[in-house]
């Protein structure tokens, strides 16, 4: 009798939208961390506080490698680049003498990447461009679905933080937009950020290089060029957010020395700040990564992190 | 008696949010046009219905000069560029004598826009850059609070096509995301764009300068560089959508060629699509504009324009 009092309550309650008291960052530690971002969305909310911002102004950055999934052993974009490489080997016979190529198709990481930024760049150029738009968004949903990550078997998908995804939630919840702003390249998270993340295709700021519109076949496409068109790090990220959002962030999160300058950018505006250094305790189980040198400096500490296990969290509207 | 209970049923339906039969384009003629744009609308919107288009998916992209607002006799911001470089004068002496700012500032435009691109360049980057974002936006929204269009005398602001404002408003109510697309400046259209059109700052896509992340007198500050960014005009308009949206329009909304390429990319995507070419009958009253070469293989046709003048028309939520 008891029990169908309560579910016809909590039914009631369910269909007339009414709040009620239920933990909405079940997965965090119950630390400072967790009670100042809940202070900090409740004043914020609250019509009438000192603090309050209106609902359009209620923007929220995510750093992606690192702070919204895992960044260890490497980023995922460059399981990605590995595997393009191999698939397109077969028609690249002049890769197996070729660097930085030759030593990645033998699986010599280390040598291939010993040529820095330019041979990285090379690799990424012969895996992300030549292409259209749309075939590279296919490209990248074929390789998400059945990707996995070295050490877990998981699909990278699912190395995700439980904790971020239920803050992503609670702060659209909220009334926030939740946007991405990573180094990672705009096209290689716009397929699956929706899905995974909630986070729409025009809420990704990232890396990217330059198209080209034409038409083939009658048809009008964007072909991919192999050109560097914008740099989503370091002190790219306020000028990525200031040109894709064209608003300060009130809250932004990230986890490592390239997110400082968004950081600082989101600290500088007027009104009530916060500025989130997420801190992975244990990155992957047997991978700990080193804390970022001013992590000290930075004012507040993650505790734990547990990868995804229950995806139904993520059950709700879509984009805020 | 009869009133009152007219008006009595009025307000229960007002308060009951159910849809009445209420023209949602007043300002339109009864045309093909018309009925072309309520036709699309009720079928992408109709669940069920084979041309069913999700909410996320209802992307509008228009152009802004000559669609949104007047272009006539010259471009608005070639107007904030005239009273920029006035203002600015007194600090630069030797713009008495060097071109294209001395024939300008004579008050003899042609002159002074002999040069073409390049001197129209000097005259952007000599106006446009040397400040920070913020300050930018400061003097773009202290200049359009009172600049009025030299022939009618009424603000800009005001010099927008109520039509156009009744369909924006009409597809946001019907769960459309409304972007602007117009190869002026970006940060000279954010201000305004939201007070006037309803359009929030992340859903205007335009024209750039670079920008340089530093930290001023200890504030993070985004200054921008006398070099151009991007140019969202005629094949970079489906490159600007690509890159902010990252979504095909499923309509688009444009006056001349250089909104061609936009046309034909929103046309070129999967599922329903309207693309819609607004031809100016009567763009100011004495000034008719030429209509754009290859009008006729457009579809439709707007009938009718005229200014604003209930801008109460606008009530109502400003993005979606």
Not at 84 to 105: D, G, I, M, Y
Not at 191 to 199: D, F, I, K, M, S
Not at 247 to 264: E, K, V
Request: with cysteine.
């Amino acid at each position: 009798m008891r029990r169908s009092i309560t579910k016809f309550l909590f039914v009631v309650l369910a269909l007339t939208g009414v709040a009620y008291a239920v933990d909405p960052l079940p997965s965090w530690n119950d630390t400072a961390s967790k009670k100042a971002i809940v202070a900090f969305v409740e004043k914020v909310t609250t019509e009438g506080s000192p603090d309050f911002v209106p609902v359009p102004e209620r923007i929220a950055t995510f750093d992606n490698d690192g702070t919204l999934w895992c960044e260890q052993p490497l980023p995922v974009q460059l399981y990605f680049v590995l595997d393009r490489v191999k698939a397109l080997a077969p028609q690249h016979s002049e890769w197996k003498t070729q660097e930085p190529f030759a030593s990645l198709l033998r699986g010599d990481l280390k040598t291939a990447l010993a040529g820095g930024e330019r041979a990285a760049l090379e690799l990424v150029m012969a895996t992300h461009t030549g292409m259209t738009t749309v075939e590279f968004e296919q490209i990248v949903k074929d390789w998400i679905a059945t990707a996995r990550h070295p050490k877990t078997s998981k699909l990278f998908t699912d190395m995700t933080y439980e904790p971020m995804l239920e803050l992503l939630a609670y702060l659209r919840a909220n009334g926030f937009k939740t946007y991405i702003v990573s180094g990672g390249g705009i096209e290689f998270m716009r397929p699956w950020a929706e899905r995974v993340y909630g986070v729409p295709p025009e809420q990704v700021v990232g890396s990217s290089v330059k198209t080209k519109f034409e038409m083939r076949d009658g048809k009008p496409v964007l072909v991919r060029l192999p050109e560097v068109n914008f740099v989503d790090d370091n002190d790219g990220k306020p000028v990525g957010i200031n040109q894709h959002i064209g608003r300060r962030p009130i809250m932004a999160f990230g986890n490592s020395t390239g997110d400082l300058p968004m950081l600082q950018y989101t600290q500088g505006g007027s009104g009530a700040r916060l500025r989130f250094w997420c801190c992975t305790m244990m990155q992957l189980a047997n991978t700990p990564m080193a804390l970022p040198r001013d992590c000290q400096a930075s004012n507040l500490v993650l505790s734990r992190r547990r990868f995804t296990t229950r995806r139904s969290r993520m059950a709700g509207p879509w984009s805020a």
